[in-house]
């Protein structure tokens, strides 16, 4: 499943599914003046009680009409 935090921001963004293994993610608005980081996380099992793995990548939110987002890989 795939879960976001923007601890700076007024919202999480939203996942187009949770559930699927490539969703797309809308990032939510950045009002503030300042690149506002979010923790976007995947859990993946295998649903047999077996195998679970976890990634995370942080992605960089500019502010509302400054232009290309900012990737990091974690």
Do not use: H, K
Not at 55 to 64: E, K, M
Request: glycine residues 10%.
């Amino acid at each position: 499943a795939w879960t976001s935090s923007c601890p700076g921001l007024a919202g999480n963004g939203s996942f187009s599914s949770t559930d699927i293994a490539s969703p797309t993610w809308t990032a939510p608005a950045n009002s503030t003046e300042s690149l506002e980081n979010c923790a976007l996380a995947v859990t993946v099992d295998n649903r047999r009680g077996g195998l679970v793995d976890n990634a995370q990548l942080t992605v960089g939110v500019l502010p509302d009409g400054a232009g290309v987002p900012q990737f990091t890989d974690n």
